[in-house]
């Protein structure tokens, strides 16, 4: 199968078979390995893309489903520099094993796409999806919360 | 890519390698097992040195650049930093221009015995990296400066003793004269000065009130490669022809596999080879997609004669009561002192109650996978892993491959999250397996199912707890038995060294079941913490005593830890502070590898009995704090971790399997459930530098039921506290 899409920005096309997955068709074949696999089954969002800006867990969309659209990873949103969320969260010194970071900061900002003052409730509701072993919640929402007011 | 050492994706260079490669290099300082040599050329003093004795703390290229080579594995701890900053402090260099690069994998040089000398495994586990480096690594920094004034004071001809160092510079301040660190390096590429190492007596070394790196918030070097993605897990690591394995796994641990359609399998769409293991059955394809796909296809028989099958994890509660309450039992001790038994008799009244726990899972966030490429004559081969046991991987694929530790070249990389987990190695010797059947590298990845269904999990263990006190409210005798299975790891924490407990007995009871148990952050500190402190609450309750002043009382031969309790007691204003309606507060305290801490959580209960941890607040006393933020990140993610494992964790077996299988069943804490706000008060201290990574967990299970023991009047005694198990107490 081949399929057409825009990856961060630029058009490409991807031969794969039929039942292929974007995690997996992003990771492996494109080597594009910011975002991460994790649990499979869109339970903890350590996979989340930007689909036509929207955040999605790539890791239950069937690549087909994104043909002709455009899909941002974590590679996509700092490609010149870091955004002012990616500054923040250096700032507040969010990560700890980091391995879900990615998804949180996509899942983030999307938030500011579209809101870019959140509140701290919109900021859990809307981030409550992405999981964090390591326990750096209240830091993401300070690093969120930073990169509002700095907007 | 950036992997721990901070450099690119290209294979690491080992030690020797670099020191015979790295033409510009002008100098290094070489750490043998104890004593430390000089090398001014390398090409030369190749011929003079042993490979084995070419290991060092630190190398300085001429640019100035400092590469320290960090010890320990990193798993968002941030010791990679701390360990730098140690290092860098001592030598006084300028923090600017130190790099931070892995070291090679030698553990005699490298690793830590627990003693706390040099020379042991290079496992990062136990929070023992800061405190157990922290000496070595000053001794190191301190030789490495006396190196440079030496260096300095045979360039100017003139003596030590008149030199002095700032960050990055030896200064001659009777000769107003500067050099830079880097520039005496580059001296050296044409000079024959002999350098001797000497030994810098402590005394010499700075002192805590000279710290200008040790104590300030020197951010963490990991942090921006996981702000922008590129931070190298071994998940992300890609090699050219590189192929996939997967690894079906028996569902009751021991059982053997039989193998019913290998033909139809080595059949499907890209599949290469199929790989029996004692324990499963791999797959190798050239996509993982397909690998999942043919490991789904599986027909398997699996031995019915494993020691685990049968094994129910909710009827076994029954046998582990059983044992924890017969007075006599094949036992481990943990601690006896005095007449325990005679004070139990004389006391005025006793307390004898029962506390449980369930399995936990490590449910770290990266799967365990490996990366493994072994040689077409099988007789070498490169390892890309991220594991807190570096020395116990590369020797794990060595012997699954039958060739030699050395011929093993290894690439440390990031870890997602090790709590424990990634201390086995069982994922690396299933990778080499799978790769020694096949030409090409293989990634091997397991899925979060079969990261859950084969894990190795905190114990399951039943805690019973006697006290008895005299006619004025002292407790004059204290048991504790705590039976399960999980071998040594059911008996962590249960001394409580810090109270005044002068009749105790606490013993371990073990059954072994043949199901995987493991290290699990803090250990069992997690579940004993939780049966002691919640059973001094329910002394206390009884009693009318405040549990705060129950527990001064106790400490009162301990002042150290009484001034932590006392700290958080300012912090929460402690039988003061006008607390929300339909709220309460509970208080904890723990200890771990010599760090106190105390906690004080408050909590109420909704409608749908699900308690919510509105605040928490934590006093700290970990001696020397090299990073005090990422210290409060620390505590701070560790009470997260406990909240979540107090909660909601919960593995349980029946018929010899693990019944849940990813976050769906097993759910971890979600921002939303986190506290508000969670306050750290880190306490000045001078002492060595003491565990922090697992400090804070074991606060949580004791807080979180002491404040629900205050709110409702009922206790908890049941790891977690499940909204079903919370309905169910208040309403019996």
């Known amino acids: 199968m081949t399929t057409s899409f825009k990856l961060n920005g630029k058009s490409i096309e991807v031969e794969t078979a039929e039942d292929a997955n974007l995690l997996w068709t992003i990771r492996e074949n494109l080597q594009l390995t910011g975002t991460k696999f994790a649990c499979g089954i869109a339970q903890c969002g350590s996979c989340t893309v930007h689909v036509d800006g929207v955040p999605t867990r790539a890791c239950i969309t069937p690549l087909a489903s994104v043909a002709g659209k455009s899909v941002t990873t974590i590679e996509g949103l700092s490609e010149k520099k870091l955004s002012a969320l990616q500054e923040a969260w250096i700032a507040e010194q969010v990560p700890q094993c980091g391995y879900c970071q990615s998804g949180q900061i996509m899942q983030a900002a999307a938030l500011l796409a579209e809101n870019p003052s959140p509140s701290r409730e919109e900021i859990v509701n809307h981030m409550n999806g992405v999981l964090c072993r390591c326990g750096t919640y209240l830091r993401i929402i300070k690093a969120i919360e930073r990169a509002s007011t700095s907007a | ?732």
């Open chain 2, 1 to 732: 890519m950036n992997m721990p050492s901070e450099q690119n994706n290209k294979p690491k260079l080992s030690r020797r390698q670099f020191l015979t490669a790295a033409g510009g290099v002008t100098f290094a300082v070489a750490a043998g097992a104890m004593g430390f040599k000089y090398f001014a050329e390398p090409g030369k003093n190749k011929k003079t040195l042993p490979d084995q004795e070419i290991t060092a703390w630190v190398k300085l290229n001429p640019n100035g650049e400092i590469i320290f080579y960090n010890p320990a594995a990193e798993m968002g701890q941030g010791s990679m930093t701390a360990l730098a900053v140690i290092f860098a402090e001592e030598m006084d260099a300028d923090w600017d221009m130190v790099r931070i690069e892995s070291a090679p994998v030698e553990p005699d040089t490298y690793g830590l015995q627990w003693s706390g000398a040099l020379g042991g495994p290079m496992l990062t586990v136990g929070s023992r990296t800061i405190r157990g480096y922290f000496q070595a690594l000053r001794h190191a920094g301190a030789q490495a400066r006396n190196a440079l004034l030496q260096l300095a004071a045979a360039h100017w001809g003139v003596d030590i003793g008149q030199l002095s160092t700032e960050p990055g510079t030896v200064v001659d301040a009777k000769g107003k004269q500067r050099i830079s660190y880097g520039d005496l390096a580059a001296l050296m590429t044409d000079t024959e000065t002999s350098i001797e190492l000497r030994e810098i007596p402590e005394s010499a070394w700075k002192k805590p009130e000279e710290f200008r790196l040790i104590g300030t918030d020197v951010p963490r070097r990991d942090i921006p490669a996981k702000v922008d993605g590129t931070a190298q897990f071994a998940m992300d690591v890609h090699l050219p022809g590189m192929l996939y394995g997967s690894v079906l796994r028996t569902p009751v641990h021991g059982a053997k596999p039989t193998l019913k359609n290998e033909t139809d399998i080595r059949k499907m769409d890209g599949v290469l080879e199929v790989v029996m293991l004692d324990h499963g059955v791999g797959i190798v394809a050239d996509n993982y997609e397909k690998a999942l796909k043919a490991k789904r296809a599986l027909q398997v028989d699996w031995s019915q004669d494993a020691q685990a099958q049968g094994y129910d994890s909710e009827a076994a509660f029954a046998k582990y009561q059983q044992l924890a309450r017969q007075t006599t039992a094949d036992s481990r001790k943990v601690s006896e002192s005095g007449n325990y038994s005679g004070a139990m008799r004389g006391a005025q009244k006793t307390y004898d109650l029962e506390y449980r726990n369930d399995f936990l899972y490590h449910a770290q966030m990266e799967p365990l996978n490996a990366v493994v490429s072994v040689t077409s004559d099988k007789k070498s081969a490169e390892v890309w892993v991220g594991t807190q046991g570096m020395d116990g991987s590369r020797k794990a694929v060595a012997d699954a491959l039958g060739i030699e530790f050395e011929q093993v070249k290894f690439h440390p990389c990031y870890l997602g999250g090790g709590f424990g987990r990634r201390s086995m190695s069982g994922y690396v010797e299933e990778a080499a397996l799978l790769a020694a059947k096949v030409d090409q590298p293989v990634k091997l990845i397991w899925t979060r199912e079969d990261d859950v269904r084969y894990g190795a999990f905190r114990p399951i263990s039943v805690q019973r707890m006697q006290a008895g006190v005299d006619e004025t409210g002292e407790l004059v005798a204290w048991g504790h038995y705590i039976a399960g299975t999980g071998g040594g790891l059911l008996g962590s924490a249960g001394k409580c060294d810090y109270y005044s407990l002068p009749n105790h007995r606490i013993e371990v009871r073990n059954i072994d079941e043949g199901v995987r148990t493991k290290h699990w952050r803090s250990v069992s500190h997690g579940a004993n913490k939780f049966a002691i402190e919640t059973f001094l609450d329910e002394i206390a309750h009884d009693l009318g005593r405040d549990p705060l002043n129950f527990r001064l009382r106790l400490m009162r031969e301990h002042p150290r830890e009484m001034k932590v309790l006392k700290e958080v007691a300012q912090m929460t204003d402690w039988g003061n502070a006008a607390i929300p309606e339909g709220r309460a507060r509970g208080l904890s305290v723990t200890d771990h590898g010599g760090s106190f801490a105390a906690g004080v959580a408050e909590i109420s209960v909704d409608e749908q009995y699900k308690i919510r941890v509105h605040r928490f607040w934590t006093a700290v006393d970990a001696g020397i704090v090299v990073q005090p933020a990422n210290t409060k990140a620390q505590i701070e993610g560790g009470i997260v971790m406990g909240i979540s494992s107090v909660l909601q964790e919960s593995i349980t077996f029946k018929d010899g399997a693990v019944q849940q299988s990813n976050f769906h069943d097993y759910p971890l804490l979600r921002m939303a459930d986190v506290p508000e706000d969670i306050e750290i008060s880190l306490i000045a201290s001078e002492g060595a530098p003491s565990s922090i990574g697992e400090l804070s967990l074991p606060l949580v299970g004791g807080a979180i039921a002491n404040a629900f023991l205050s709110l409702t009047g009922t206790p908890l005694r049941h790891i977690p506290f499940r909204p079903e198990k919370v309905k169910a107490i208040l309403n019996a």
